[in-house]
């Protein structure tokens, strides 16, 4: 089945029509499209996610939304940005620990680069 969906981008809105497959006796979908793009379950592209984050961590959304209508190609509204904030919220905190860990192995990383540089 083809199935339009429509994407936030940082030059607005786009409409892709991409194929939905699922088992003959129903479940989950697959969207091969959605997945190589690294879109599944998404409605805003990473570089707008980012953005949002960015300025959401000195502004409210309603801010973050008025803002983006006045400089920014893609205008989201206050409710898709609270949606990236508190789905992205879930998703680190569910990972919390391996994310945590991640992080002491980079900070590691960089101790030991720094102490490098400095002999």
């Not at 969207?31 to 570089?47: N, S």
Request: aromatic share 8%; charged share 25%.
């Amino acid at each position: 089945m083809i199935s339009p969906k429509e994407f936030l981008t940082k030059l607005g809105s786009i409409t892709v029509s991409r194929r939905i497959f699922q088992q003959d006796n129903g479940g989950p979908t697959y969207v091969p499209l959605d997945a190589v793009w690294e879109m599944a379950g998404e409605f805003a592209t990473r570089k707008v996610r980012e953005c949002v984050f960015y300025m959401s961590a000195s502004m409210s959304p309603i801010e973050t939304q008025t803002c983006l209508q006045k400089a920014a190609a893609f205008h989201p509204s206050r409710t898709a940005i609270q949606n990236i904030i508190n789905e992205t919220g879930q998703l680190l905190e569910q990972h919390e620990d391996v994310l945590l860990d991640e992080v002491r192995v980079q900070e590691e990383l960089g101790f030991r680069q720094d102490m490098i540089r400095h002999l």
